[in-house]
């Protein structure tokens, strides 16, 4: 069983940063792959990036390449996704997510433990 929990969501101007921390509680964190997902209103969930157990592979979706990066530390079992250049489309609530995987899941049906999520709003 692994709980997590989010943090660091806000509200910010386009062009700013904001750094989303996703602590897990439970053993063997190095186990699971953990995904950051997001969803406006009125839109489906979408998979915004990964990292698998050990720190690799990362992937992310196109549209946030070059500007946001997830990381973890898994002494402190925390996974982190650093958002910088924020734009307006980029608000949504963003939660993350652990599946216990060889490899990094990109759809949302593979992950088994979920956070809270947080809202992230980008002012224009």
């Known amino acids: 069983q692994v709980q997590l929990v989010e943090s660091g969501g806000g509200v910010v101007q386009a062009g700013g940063s904001l750094r989303l921390s996703c602590a897990a509680s439970?053993?063997?964190?190095?186990?699971?792959?953990v995904g950051w997902f997001r969803q406006a209103p009125g839109k489906e969930r979408e998979f915004v990036g990964g990292?698998?157990?050990?720190?690799?592979?990362?992937y992310y979706v196109d549209s946030v390449k070059e500007r946001f990066t997830t990381s973890r530390d898994n002494a402190k079992n925390t996974v982190y996704l650093q958002m910088n250049n924020l734009k307006p489309e980029d608000t949504a609530v963003y939660s993350c997510?652990?599946?216990?995987?060889?490899?990094?899941?990109?759809?949302?049906?593979?992950?088994?433990?979920w956070g809270q999520g947080t809202q992230v709003t980008v002012s224009s």
């Open positions: 439970g053993r063997s964190f190095t186990s699971y792959a």
């Open positions: 997510a652990a599946a216990q995987r060889t490899y990094t899941p990109t759809s949302y049906r593979e992950y088994d433990y």
């Open positions: 990292i698998g157990g050990t720190g690799s592979p990362r």
